[in-house]
Structure formats: structure tokens, C-alpha cells
């Protein structure tokens, strides 16, 4: 179930909020053997997710394009009741886009905030907030669109919980990353 409300206003704003609650059963969920002790997959596991999300983006003609997003979620078992493995409460996202050269050449920067998750030992991973910059082209030559992207701006430190079967409890991420895009959209 989800009730979602869009709203535009003010020429360019928009508005959206949503609240949901999803009963997911049947969840395909990692098993160990007892016997063997081999992981395999089986729909074995129910969840109950709820939460609400707020975004309010606002474009402009010149090519201004700005996001800013919150949501929150609930993500338990309902035979035990603890909270869900790899599951933030909170996500924070804010966008920015700005034209550098007349609608041809955008600077965009983003930032990403992912909340503490619980891990199969038991243990929180830490919050982090990630920041990412790119550098795109939008109509430069008809088809053609080139980015590159700066991921992990501040060589942010963190790690994702895992799941069964390996002897770690988390995974430390990639550091600082950068990647080069060509596109070509044929007409």
C-alpha cells in the first residue's frame, strides 16, 4: 500500500510525499544446510516495511536543476522483531545541477547521507554522507553525450554490511572513483 501526493507550485517547484507499507512474504532469503553447511536461496522470509519520503525539487529555464529528498523506513521481521540487516532508517539526497556553457555543458554535484544499518553479528555500520561530482553535456553534437564523474569526492571511508556466508561482518567500499561516459543515442 502506498499514498503518494504530487504538488507543483510557484511556476517551478514540486512537491511530492508519499507514506507506504509493503507486507512482503515469501522473500527470497539466504539459508545454510545444517548438514552440509552450503548457503542456497529459498523463499523463506517475510518482512514488513513502512515509511513515509519528502522531496521537493525546483527547475528553472536557464537549466538550474535542484532536488533535495528525505525518507525513512521501518524494515523489521515480524517473527522476531529486530530490525532488517542492510537497512538505513534515514536517507538523505541533494542534488544540484548548474549550465556552465549555454545549455551545452552542465557541473552537477550531489550528496548522498545513508544512516546506520544493522549487521547479521548484530552491530550498526557507521552513517556516512558521500558526495559526487560530474561533468556532463547535454546536445553538444546531436546524439553524442559525454560525462565524467568524480564518485566519493572526499574519499569518504565506509562500509556495507554482508550477508550469509562470508566470514566478514561488513565490507569497507571503494574509496575515491572516477569513471568517463560516452554516449550516442541514435535518431
Do not use: C
Request: aromatic share 12%; proline share 4%; charged share 20%.
Amino acid at each position: 500500500m502506498e499514498l503518494v501526493w504530487e504538488q507543483y507550485f510557484a511556476d517551478h517547484f514540486r512537491t511530492t510525499a508519499s507514506a507506504f507499507y509493503y507486507p512482503i512474504r515469501n522473500l527470497i532469503s539466504e539459508q545454510v544446510d545444517p548438514v552440509s553447511g552450503n548457503a542456497f536461496f529459498a523463499n523463506a522470509g517475510s518482512l514488513n516495511l513502512r515509511g513515509f519520503e519528502f522531496a521537493l525539487s525546483k527547475t528553472l529555464p536557464g537549466g538550474l536543476d535542484g532536488t533535495v529528498s528525505y525518507s525513512f523506513q521501518d524494515a523489521e521481521s515480524p517473527s522476531t522483531r529486530m530490525a532488517e540487516t542492510n537497512s538505513p532508517k534515514h536517507l538523505v539526497q541533494a542534488s544540484l545541477s548548474v549550465p556552465i556553457i549555454k545549455q551545452k555543458v552542465f557541473a552537477g554535484v550531489d550528496l548522498q547521507f545513508v544512516s546506520k544499518r544493522a549487521t547479521l553479528a548484530g552491530e550498526y555500520t557507521g552513517a556516512y554522507i558521500v558526495p559526487n561530482f560530474t561533468l556532463f553535456t547535454r546536445n553538444v553534437l546531436k546524439g553524442l553525450e559525454v560525462s565524467a564523474s568524480l564518485y566519493n569526492g572526499i574519499n569518504q571511508r565506509y562500509a556495507d554490511p554482508v550477508g550469509d556466508g562470508l566470514a566478514e561482518n561488513t565490507i569497507v567500499q571503494d574509496g575515491r572513483t572516477f569513471r568517463i561516459k560516452v554516449g550516442y543515442r541514435f535518431q
